[in-house]
């Protein structure tokens, strides 16, 4: 809404406001169903009526009403809704007459239960609204769930039709269908992936509704909205909340607009914000708050920005910068401006953006250049929501990314069809020809070849049918794109073994069979490319058995890709929690540590200045086929202090939960930062479970407080997973549970160096014990000889380990020939 029309749109609303009080938004199409219920359940002060033939049009040939006695939860009042459930074992459709052309918002309502032979979280079915599909193929999972969309509907009818998938049925716990006010969805909105001032119409889309956040760290509830929504608190979105400050200041909100846009969002949203933590103390502070959503690679969103000013006493003191996914939505955003200088005026704003390779979307305020010189950044509200497809669609397999890639294999097919042809024709010829050109022609081509040498610098490594990688003395080894695609399938998404905040990651096999990692950052993210080089840089310097090696890169067509050693056993995480493989033993984990801090190590002391990863966590540490560690990921690595300096001074970056909280308050980065987040690594190898994890008991629910109480108390084998129980000595675990203590001190200065931590880890599998224990050559050593290593042994014969772990490093046969016919 620009600042010209704010005025008009205030007196207007204020008008419709005297005109209907405190009645709130009453719609003219109004359907409410508890379905499979033979009764009236009343939520708040809303009504869902029984599901009978008289409170809706249900055409099915088969329903069965199911019923649970179980107590679901629900984060708002609604819980009594996901008690009943109409089973459909065959296409089904609700049809709902319409009054009021325009948008009307349709929730669906999902709690899968057991009801005789009918198991609701087994069930798989699809729903489209008219010629909208809103899903295909859903399975509903775990808890219950509420869909909502916003449709636009231009018939007297709505028709919802269900339809199960192959042996299968469906289900429907309550659903809704509610016209909804005119001003509420726009017409258009400013698109920030294309050229600036660039518009595209949503007024024919339909949109299904992803995030609904309301900033502060306060859930406002449906009974509080006039359109029944549920804003949840962005708490759980935050990226790194220890840069964040929660205000709450109802009673700034200019309460003449609040209540004009009552219907945009409830004053509470705009009396409740999430701003840059002591922005007003420290004006040197750069970084940005921001949150992150989960959402569907292929598809537009429209983000709804909701802003009002509570923490500025006078105008013209708040400027800030609006981020997603890095591209700037605002630069130097004045709400004063907006908003004619009108103190506490609630302002929202829409923007478009395209997500395309990755599943993630951030959303970031930060500080700007210009006004006070004290910085600050404000968020009030958000809403994210997906915008159909060109041909109606909904669901992630309809996503113009899914048919790109379609379309891209059809043409491939049919340009291999015909050149398979034309190769057929031509090939009685070639043979003919051939041996009467080589002669002639082999001369030439070495001469060339020569030539292109001696004038480049450069040498071939890999060539077949002009495709070639080359090395340089300073980047490391060059692959052209067309040798990923093929190496990747052309990124098949079947390949795809992990996703990071850099992009996916593919396996890939090259055409000598070997095996390798291919990590694709995301093109427009021009942090992705500071990323991208510094990892470059960084592991074109590093040769140790314990970090991850560096095959090459792809710079091309913007491409921003980096090729790996592949590592079958995947991430130490993966081995603690969150998926079905098998648990790791005790020595096991006490062996990846032990080769985890081995590669630290050497990163703080191998090179003349110290290497700062940064960003350690047990999702960076990667296992071979014979679970040996290796650390990877050095996109956000940085080089040590000078010879006089005692830290760094950066912004804050890393993974939340596993930040030194000296370097977030300060701003000071030293290698002691590398040990506070490995000591939290060793509590989720000890503990098995995430760094956060919100479903636990607020005592529990940050890994790092729960486990440190447990230590003070004495207490440390109450945390221990449960996966462990009667394989820890007493001894090993005391004394990993020391140096763990040792590492998250609050203090840097406290903490042990990474070689001390090795050689406590090294003490720590001694006491434990085991048949036998790789050297770090990879040879067995008998128990009796590793516990007759003398207490008093330099610190650097166990941590540095032996000339092995730099000259034995395990790279790919790829990656050992280039490294062999490197003209360095």
């Excluded at 007297?156 to 006010?181: D, G, M, Q």
Aim: net charge neutral; with cysteine; aromatic share 10%.
């Amino acid at each position: 809404m620009s600042s010209g029309n704010i005025r008009l749109f205030m007196w207007v609303s204020s008008i419709l406001c005297l005109i209907c009080g405190s009645y709130g938004f009453v719609p003219q199409d109004h359907y409410l169903i508890d379905c499979g219920s033979p009764i009236n359940t009343s939520v708040g002060d809303r009504v869902f009526v029984a599901d009978t033939s008289d409170s809706n049009a249900l055409s099915t040939p088969q329903e069965i009403f199911a019923k649970t006695t179980l107590k679901p939860v629900s984060l708002s009042n609604d819980s009594a809704l996901y008690e009943t459930a109409r089973i459909l074992n065959g296409p089904s459709i609700y049809t709902f007459p319409i009054k009021k052309l325009g948008r009307h918002w349709v929730r669906l309502y999902f709690f899968p239960f057991v009801f005789q032979s009918y198991d609701l979280s087994t069930a798989k079915f699809s729903v489209s609204a008219q010629n909208i599909t809103l899903f295909k193929d859903f399975h509903v999972g775990n808890g219950s769930q509420v869909k909502e969309y916003s449709l636009n509907v231009t018939s007297s009818n709505l028709v919802l039709t269900f339809t199960p998938s192959s042996k299968s049925f469906a289900f429907i716990n309550a659903l809704e269908v509610l016209s909804l006010p005119d001003e509420l969805t726009p017409e258009s909105a400013r698109t920030i992936n294309d050229p600036p001032g660039s518009y595209q119409s949503v007024s024919n889309k339909a949109l299904e509704t992803i995030a609904r956040v309301n900033m502060g760290d306060e859930t406002v509830f449906p009974q509080n909205d006039t359109l029944w929504r549920l804003w949840i608190s962005d708490d759980m979105y935050l990226l790194h909340n220890n840069l964040a400050e929660f205000v709450s200041n109802i009673t700034a909100v200019n309460s003449t607009i609040a209540r004009a846009m009552v219907n945009i969002a409830p004053a509470i949203v705009y009396g409740t914000a999430t701003k840059l933590m002591n922005s007003g103390e420290d004006p040197n502070i750069n970084a940005n708050v921001t949150w992150r959503f989960s959402v569907d690679p292929g598809f537009e969103y429209l983000v709804r920005f909701h802003f009002c000013d509570i923490v500025s006493i006078s105008p013209n003191n708040l400027f800030f910068n609006v981020y997603i996914n890095s591209m700037l939505v605002s630069r130097n955003l004045d709400l004063s401006h907006l908003t004619s200088n009108i103190i506490g005026a609630p302002y929202f704003m829409d923007v478009i953006t395209r997500v395309n390779d990755i599943s993630k979307l951030n959303v970031s305020v930060g500080p700007s250049n210009v006004g006070n010189p004290s910085p600050n950044a404000i968020l009030n509200g958000l809403e994210v929501m997906k915008i159909s497809t060109s041909k109606g669609s909904l669901d992630v397999l309809d996503s113009d990314l899914k048919k790109g890639s379609k379309m891209k294999v059809g043409v491939i097919v049919g340009l291999a069809v015909g050149i398979f042809t034309a190769v057929i024709v031509a090939i009685s010829l070639f043979v003919v020809c051939r041996r009467r050109r080589r002669r002639k022609y082999a001369h030439v081509n070495h001469s060339k070849a020569e030539e292109n040498f001696a004038t480049s610098g450069m040498v071939t490594k890999y060539s077949n049918n002009g495709a070639a990688i080359f090395s340089s003395s300073k980047t490391g080894y060059r692959f052209p794109f067309v040798a990923i695609q093929e190496a990747t399938d052309y990124f098949s998404e079947s390949l795809v073994v992990g996703v990071g905040g850099f992009g996916k990651v593919y396996k890939g096999i090259l055409r000598d069979e070997t095996k390798v990692a291919v990590k694709r950052g995301v093109s427009y993210s021009r942090q992705g490319f500071a990323e991208f080089q510094t990892e470059i840089e960084m592991l074109s310097m590093f040769r140790h058995r314990h970090l991850v090696s560096l095959i090459g890169y792809c710079d091309e067509q913007n491409e921003m890709i980096i090729i790996y050693e592949y590592m079958e056993n995947g991430t130490l995480k993966n081995h603690l929690y969150d998926s079905d493989l098998p648990s790791l033993s005790w020595p096991q984990r006490l062996e990846i540590c032990i080769g985890s801090a081995r590669g630290l190590h050497y990163l703080h002391t191998g090179s003349t200045k110290a290497i700062i990863h940064r960003d350690v966590k047990s999702a960076n540490i990667l296992l071979d086929e014979k679970f040996m560690a290796k650390v990877a990921d050095f996109g956000l690595s940085k080089t040590g202090p000078e010879i006089d300096k005692t830290h760094v001074s950066t912004a804050v970056k890393g993974s939340f939960g596993y930040l030194d909280p000296e370097y977030l308050t300060r701003q000071q980065l030293t290698e002691k930062s590398d040990v506070y987040s490995f000591g939290v690594v060793m509590l989720e190898v000890l503990c098995g479970r995430p760094v956060i994890d919100p479903s636990l008991p607020t005592e529990k629910v940050s890994l790092v407080e729960w486990a440190m109480n447990s230590l003070k108390r004495g207490k440390l084998e109450e945390i221990v997973d449960p996966c462990l129980a009667g394989q820890i000595k007493p001894d090993s675990l005391r004394k990993f549970g020391e140096i763990a203590d040792k590492c998250l001190a609050g203090c840097g200065m406290d903490r042990p160096s990474m070689g001390d931590v090795l050689w406590n880890l090294e003490c720590a599998l001694q006491l434990q014990g085991s048949e036998e224990k790789p050297d770090p050559q990879g040879q067995s050593l008998p128990v009796n000889h590793v516990n007759n290593l003398e207490t008093n042994a330099s610190i650097a014969q166990f941590s540095m380990g032996s000339v092995g772990d730099l000259a034995g490093i395990s790279m790919s046969t790829v990656f050992a020939q280039m490294v062999k016919e490197d003209p360095r």
